[in-house]
């Protein structure tokens, strides 16, 4: 296999990268048996520490929490993607008093960190006299945030698509309305897919943010349970437990990404033949090519 | 106004916490990250296979978890008693580790952009593995890198504030103590987003000039 960084290695190559590969396994090894001896040490392998984990209102309590997490997480995508599309669809507007606002808007949204934002909702709103379930801080956080760069990701797809596309769906009548709905975001949306999702791994990842906003999610029942001093302060096997289900969660919906993304490349290398996209060909070249003034094919 | 200038001994020292946090876990990440995108990147298949493994758990882990594990799980396995120092040292660990994963995957990515037949050009033209790296890749490599690099520090900078949820010093933290104070938590955070919309928006310019300076001419 030869690359940018290295040639089809020879036979002395061969014998340092064994080395290497050898030393490579030493290294993790080392860390992964100084984690066991530590856990090992400080008797997490005993029975007494798991043992919270043997009654099934404990592991009934997860299975809620888990859905706690996973409710936030539903709704948050949900609006974030509405959210994203109303931005997108501001801010690619022919108005510019409706550009310039939403532009602006969708950049503070970008600039501020959730958590910031979550602390505001749920911290902040209370001086004005709104109080506010840490639940509804954490979504109306996290649609703001999430709405707000997928609109960016939205737009970007909408940009990227050849000006012929929207110019040809003008010239059979349609409005901009319809040029944007039938024509342009289904393509965007298709070709913005697997980053869609990808955000939406993000969002997932974010709602454990509601732990310090005292949401009742999974890693706030890890702490509580891990607090329990008549379970022995479990704090180590519930960080592992809830850390599996949370990271399972996550490669769950970023497997989808990468399925998609696969499907999506294979169906595009098939369309190629039919629909070439070139970015360069606008209404006037096109007549030109027809005319014979011009070459179609950019020559290297 | 009134709350920043009543309290700048509070704001600066928040500021300083936030900085400290960005700096620190930038630099681990920075090395970590590429020392992963090496291994990443290398002839060594079991290299790859913990590089692989390591990015795509990380990068799976929500941050907050990371945090927890670094905050709660760690100082009982390894018996450290919790100071504001060594809350501060976990802090930096959990986002140099984290922010680690994305360094790696830029880096990745950086490298292989350049066409393979740059690196066999220079190779046939007899130069040794250490001048085909220094001459040839990595330059080509390095300004392909800079804008993305730059989006993963602003993540970088925003994420600190997820410290704050474990009593560590930082601009996300500094609501608790104004409120202490008696001064309107409302407003204080208003404030604390206006930094952050601030420090966002000059690590951008930086960015597009970086950009501009170093722009790949292909």
Known sequence: MSSVLYDVPGPRAIARNRILGVITVLVVLAILGFIVWRLWDTGQFSAEKWDAFTYSNVWLQIALATGRTLAAFAVAAVGALALGFALAIGRLSDHPWLRGPIGAVVEVLRAVPVLVFMFLLYYGLPVLGVRMEPFWAVVIALIAYNGSVLAEVIRAGVESLPRGQSEAGYAIGLRKAAVMRLVLLPQAIRAMMPVIIAQLVVTLKDTALGYIITYQELLFYARYIGSQSTYGSPIVPATIVVGAIYIALCLILSFVANRVERRLRRTAKLGKGVAPADDAMTATRAVAVQAGLDDPEPRR | ?218
């Not at chain 2, 990015?55 to 390894?78: C, E, K, Q, S, Y």
């Open chain 2, 1 to 218: 106004m009134g709350i920043i200038t009543d309290n700048l001994d509070l704001w600066s020292s928040t500021l300083l916490g936030t900085l400290v946090l960005f700096v620190a876990g930038g630099l681990l990440a920075l090395v970590l990250g590429t020392l992963v995108g090496a291994m990443r990147v290398s002839p060594i298949p079991v290299a790859r296979a913990v590089g692989t493994f390591y990015v795509n758990t990380i990068r799976n882990t929500p941050l907050t978890l990371v945090f927890f594990a670094f905050a709660f799980a760690l100082p009982p396995l390894l018996g450290l008693r919790l100071t504001g120092d060594v809350s501060l040292t976990l802090a930096i660990c959990a986002l140099g580790i984290y922010t680690a994963t994305y360094v790696a995957e830029t880096i990745r990515s950086g490298i292989n952009t350049v066409p393979v037949g740059q690196a066999e050009a220079a190779r046939a033209l007899g130069l040794t593995f250490g001048q085909v790296m220094t001459l040839v890749v990595l330059p080509q490599a390095f300004r392909s890198v800079i804008p993305p690099m730059m989006s993963v520090f602003i993540a970088l900078l925003k994420n600190t504030t997820v410290a704050a949820g474990f009593s560590v010093v930082n601009l996300g933290s500094i609501r608790s103590y104004l409120s202490e104070r008696g001064e309107n938590q409302f407003v204080a955070i208003l404030w604390v987003m206006v930094v952050f919309v601030v420090l966002v928006l000059l690590l951008s310019w930086a960015q597009r000039a970086l950009e501009n300076r170093w722009k790949v001419a292909r």
